[in-house]
């Protein structure tokens, strides 16, 4: 079955910088558009970027895209998020998520804290 499993979220000071991590099985990794989205507490889920299949295409949020960056490992089945200058308003829970067969599959996420 699909499942996706985020890792490296954690506590940093503002500025800092954390990079996630996505390992994803079940599903052909390497054919599939792969999203990161966030959700702070009470708010709605939010697309923070998104990486074609072949890695060659990528797009983000406009307030995110001069800070992180999404990235891919076919052969390991992995997609990252590299964020850098995290600001307090960047504190919530990271998923990565993969649309299989007209199904959205999401990870149990990973929890991002900046703070001072």
């Known amino acids: 079955q699909v499942q996706l499993v985020e890792s490296g979220g954690g506590s940093v000071q503002p500025g800092g910088s954390l990079r996630l991590s996505c390992l994803a099985s079940?599903?052909?990794?390497?054919?599939?558009?792969m999203r990161w989205y966030r959700q702070a507490p009470g708010t709605e889920r939010e697309m923070v970027a998104e990486?074609?299949?072949?890695?060659?295409?990528?797009y983000y949020r406009d307030d995110m895209k001069d800070r992180f960056t999404i990235s891919r490992d076919n052969a390991k089945k992995t997609v990252y998020l590299q964020m850098n200058r995290l600001k307090t308003q960047d504190t919530a829970v990271y998923y990565c998520?993969?649309?299989?067969?007209?199904?959205?599959?999401w990870g149990q996420g990973t929890q991002v804290t900046v703070s001072s």
């Open positions: 998520s993969a649309r299989v067969s007209g199904t959205s599959y």
């Open positions: 079940g599903f052909t990794f390497s054919d599939r558009l």
């Open positions: 990486i074609t299949y072949n890695g060659v295409a990528t």
